[in-house]
């Protein structure tokens, strides 16, 4: 009998390619994500060496990041040429690159899943922070930077230190209108946007459990804002059911021999964590944030927290700039700032489990006077769906726009910008100051908090409208 | 990526950047990230907060500064390369924090940027120092894994890969691809219903040129 292991450990373990001592582990890698913006110097350094991509069988393209989301054409002339450039690098190098206009387009994190590419127990890597959302397969996902990119389209591996590890356990379960979001924003409001750096986390408890698979992406998505390498949860059930059936998921004998190997990785009893968290879920309630890191959040019945309140003085510095870009002042309540666009969608919130509660609170209601509310899928697949139930219909009549796929505002990289010190209830992940456009102020917030917020025009739970 | 001129250790003049979670939407807007190359980006370098005219990076006493000292978290974000090229093209050599986003810190490295960690009482002190006199000198030698800047002296940690890549000016891919072998007999052994993006291919291999 050997010692118990993690998940982590499991995964970790199952890719070594070879171990040396006073050396890091070298770790393949079974699925790289390429998308436009972090590619194009990557591609330049293997012409410039004469080398080639080793795996592209093992290698997808998607066009997410500057794609517009309300036309096929891209009117600025870097992104046309940022995207026309990858398509260049992947017809030389025989890589599958999914285009704008392709059924299949949309952000890489919500594609690959849903194309059932992502399985458990695999390595995913992508030259993108939100690859962490992969982690909700039990896969181990985590972004990389160009120079790693470039690395992995060379040699299919990369040279990995083992990272620590850290045991999120959610005890008790979900109340009503708390979602994945707000478990997630809760955490990091805990322990802070640093708070996991070096480690890849295993998110726990029955509240995951009960999580659906679009709910245990968001959660693992938002890992990084947390400082994280990555965040996991062991595979069950539901993972499997979510992916039976997919056309890029094995089928057959082989998906009979795969879910063999897939009930052989959760963590093992008495596994040791190097870190545990706990985290009371059946306290908790919607959550927003107040500042400009994803760390400063509140539930959404409070108000703006005072600078004063917080004990470290780095703290106390950081809110104080954080309050004054964002125009807020200490004791505000939540509920009374008002917003003048709504942003719905991104790679943590753009998957049709999203979009379903977003216009249920939407169904039969109208966006408030003054009020931008945009509602992009995550993909043109996620489009279809919502279309097949008729929700584009549900935000139609509200008069919320109904785009087509992409990161669109979560980013300030394409068309779907804010100019101006507007402020946003966004379904994104990052608040950072100037995120979605030069001075704007970014809420993050749930897709069922985004809607009710785009109902009243003011940051509002769920419960306010009932 | 080519191999790099071997960096052993550095001096020069320190700049403090007195703020928590600085990510990499500051050091580098997104708009910034469409360009094509690896180089160019000094235009972009925390170009929302060069809009406030009394911005610490631009002010006259410190032009010239190598060194940035940092706080927390500095770096903490996306992955985008883009902000440590935008810090070597601004002229930085090196970033002092008392903690860095994990992708940033392992990009800077790969990049020769060198991202050291020192405790938070070090990074305040040599924030002071830098405050106080804009002439203020430090040295980060990577061969004994030092900071010594007025006097003082702290030890830091590196991952051992990085910092021997370093020295020696090696080009990490070739450094991986002389592992050809032990990769090959890794993918030979995978199992069959891994998934696959496009149709089943033969490894394409490089050569190792060291």
Redesign the interface.
């Known amino acids: 009998m050997s010692a118990p292991r993690t998940l982590i450990d499991k995964v970790w373990d199952g890719h070594v390619?070879?171990r040396r001592a006073?050396?890091?582990d070298?770790i393949?890698i079974?699925?790289h994500l390429v998308h436009e913006?972090?590619s194009?110097?990557a591609f330049?350094?293997l012409r410039?060496?004469?080398?080639?991509?080793?795996?592209?069988?093992?290698?997808?393209a998607l066009e997410d990041?500057?794609v517009p989301t309300d036309s096929l054409t891209i009117a600025?002339a870097?992104?046309r040429?940022?995207v026309e450039?990858l398509r260049r690098n992947c017809a030389e190098h025989?890589?599958?690159v999914y285009s704008l206009g392709d059924g299949r387009q949309g952000i890489v994190h919500v594609v690959a899943p849903e194309r059932?590419?992502?399985?458990p127990g695999?390595t995913v890597v992508c030259?993108?922070?939100h690859t962490s959302t992969h982690g909700a397969f039990g896969a181990l996902a985590f972004?990389?930077?160009?120079?790693?990119v470039?690395?992995v389209l060379?040699?299919?591996?990369m040279?990995l230190?083992r990272p620590r590890t850290m045991a999120v356990e959610f005890a008790g379960a979900l109340p009503p209108d708390v979602t994945a979001k707000d478990l997630m924003l809760a955490v990091i409001a805990q322990i802070g946007?640093?708070g996991a750096?070096?480690h890849v986390i295993e998110y726990r408890g029955a509240a995951i459990e009960g999580l659906t698979m679009e709910g245990r992406m968001t959660l693992c998505n938002l890992s990084v804002e947390a400082?994280a390498?990555a965040g996991m949860i062991a595979p069950d059930e539901v993972t499997y059911r979510y992916l039976k059936g997919r056309p890029?998921?094995?089928s057959g004998d082989?998906?009979d021999?795969?879910e063999r190997?897939w009930r052989t990785l959760p963590t093992d009893e008495g596994a040791r964590f190097d870190r545990t968290v706990t985290v009371d879920a059946a306290s908790l309630a919607p959550f927003v944030t107040w500042g400009t890191?994803p760390g400063q959040a509140v539930p959404v019945d409070s108000a703006v927290p005072d600078p004063e309140a917080f004990a470290d003085e780095?703290?106390r510095?950081?809110a104080e700039?954080a309050l004054a870009y964002m125009d807020l002042a200490p004791g505000t309540p939540m509920r009374s700032i008002a917003v003048d666009t709504v942003f719905i969608g991104s790679c943590t919130n753009g998957r049709i489990e999203d979009l379903r509660a977003a216009a249920d609170v939407m169904r039969g209601r109208k966006v408030a006077d003054g009020v931008t509310a945009l509602v992009v899928p995550g993909s043109m697949a996620v489009r279809r769906a919502a279309e097949e139930e008729g929700l584009h219909e549900v935000f139609a009549a509200a008069g919320a726009q109904w785009r087509l796929s992409g990161c669109s505002m979560c980013?300030?990289?394409n068309a779907d910008r804010l100019v101006g010190p507007r402020r946003c209830a966004s379904t994104s992940n990052?608040n950072?100051?100037?995120?979605q456009g030069?001075r704007a102020r970014t809420h993050l917030v749930s897709p069922a908090v985004a809607a009710a917020t785009a109902v009243t025009g003011r940051l509002t739970p769920p419960a306010g409208l009932r | 990526m080519n191999a790099l001129t071997p960096i052993t250790a550095h001096t020069g003049r320190a700049v403090a950047l007195r703020r928590d979670q600085v990510d990499t939407d500051q050091i580098i807007p997104a708009s910034f990230c469409k360009r094509l190359t690896k180089s160019g980006y000094a235009d972009a370098l925390f170009a929302g907060w060069r809009k406030d005219p009394g911005f610490v990076l631009d002010r006259p006493e410190h032009a010239g500064a190598t060194v940035l000292v940092a706080a927390r978290n500095f770096g903490t974000g996306s992955s985008r390369e883009h902000a440590v090229w935008a810090l070597r093209d601004g002229g930085f050599a090196a970033v002092i924090a008392s903690s860095f986003g994990d992708i940033f810190r392992r990009n800077a490295w790969r990049n020769g940027l060198l991202a050291v960690e020192l405790p938070e009482e070090a990074v305040a002190a040599l924030a002071d120092a830098a405050e106080a006199d804009p002439g203020f000198t430090v040295t980060i030698d990577l061969a004994g894994l030092t900071v010594t800047a007025g006097g003082d002296r702290w030890e830091f940690t590196a991952n051992e890969r990085q910092r021997r890549l370093l020295m020696e000016g090696l080009d990490e891919i070739a450094v991986t691809l002389a592992e050809d072998e032990a990769i090959t007999a890794y993918e030979s052994a995978r199992h069959d219903w891994l998934p696959a993006a496009g149709p089943r291919t033969t490894p394409a291999r490089s050569r190792a040129r060291l």
């Open positions: 390619v070879r006073d050396d890091p070298l393949y079974d699925l913006a972090s194009p110097q330049d350094g410039g060496t004469g080398r080639r991509v080793r795996r592209p069988d093992l290698t997808l990041h500057n600025d870097m992104g040429e940022q450039t025989g890589i599958t059932g590419l992502v399985q695999t030259g993108d922070s972004g990389v930077g160009t120079g790693d470039e690395h060379a040699t299919q591996t040279p230190a946007a640093n750096n070096g400082g390498r890029d998921a094995p082989a998906w021999r795969a190997h890191n780095a703290d510095a950081a700039r980013l300030g990289m990052r950072y100051e100037g995120r030069d």
